[in-house]
């Protein structure tokens, strides 16, 4: 059975760091074809694809946030970890992360809220 | 970066009724495309991949279509737990794009 759970600050404030932690079970990060994504969802808003990373280590960031974003995993203790640094108040919503099957995202964890706010 | 275009952004419709979404993409995706549901405070489930092709465990009534640049979603006799949020997403390359969205209501 695949799980994802995702867990973060729950509140920061603009300028800071984002770290964020996908701790899942079911499944192996180095079989061939898995990865694990992170996607965001505003308020009331729609999906957007953050970062990826593969079986082989391979990274993928969305170019419009590339320069803030760091994805890493910790393959022993079935970790992958998400940075964003500068945070502002439009990095405020729901960050979920999942596991993805070459070009999916077939299984998704619950989400965690992230507020950036003074 | 490929847009991905969803129609309508809402739509009511009855209980028993066929309903068809439109994702239209800037390239060929090469039927490279999935579709999510996504709940009120749920994360987003993967309803079809590879454009046509059923998720392990999502009732039949769901079907997608459509090649080159333009997909469709269609559920037919719509449940009550089908009313929701749908997302297109196109897989072929990166940035991994989502349209943006189509509510689905209850008339």
């Known amino acids: 059975q695949v799980t994802l759970k995702e867990s973060g600050p729950g509140i920061l404030q603009p300028s800071q760091t984002l770290s964020l932690t996908c701790s899942f079970s079911?499944?192996?990060?180095?079989?061939?074809?898995?990865?694990v994504g992170w996607i965001r969802q505003p308020s009331g808003k729609g999906l957007e694809w953050l970062a990826t990373?593969?079986?082989?280590?391979?990274?993928h960031y969305n170019p419009s946030l590339k320069s803030r974003l760091t994805i890493s995993k910790d393959t022993s203790n079935n970790q992958v970890f998400l940075k964003i640094t500068s945070v502002d108040t439009a990095d405020t919503g729901t960050y979920y992360c999942?596991?993805?099957?070459?070009?999916?995202?077939?299984?998704w964890g619950q989400g965690v809220m992230v507020t950036v706010s003074s | 970066d490929i847009q991905m275009t969803q129609s309508p952004a809402s739509l009511s419709a009855s209980l028993g009724e066929t309903v068809t979404i439109e994702c239209l993409a800037s390239?060929?995706?090469?039927?490279?495309l999935a579709w999510y549901q996504q709940k009120p405070g749920k994360s987003p489930q993967l309803l079809i991949y590879?454009?046509?092709s059923l998720h392990t465990g999502v009732p039949s009534r769901f079907s997608g279509s459509g090649s080159g640049t333009q997909y469709s979603l269609k559920i037919n006799s719509l449940q009550p737990e089908d009313f929701a949020s749908y997302y297109c997403?196109?897989?072929?390359?990166?940035?991994?794009?989502f349209g943006s969205g189509t509510k689905l209501e209850i008339k």
């Open positions: 999942a596991h993805s099957d070459y070009y999916y995202f077939d299984y």
């Open positions: 079911g499944f192996l990060l180095s079989a061939s074809s898995v990865g």
């Open positions: 990373i593969g079986w082989e280590d391979v990274k």
């Open positions: 390239e060929d995706i090469y039927d490279i």
């Open positions: 590879d454009a046509s």
């Open positions: 997403q196109n897989g072929l390359s990166a940035p991994l794009t």
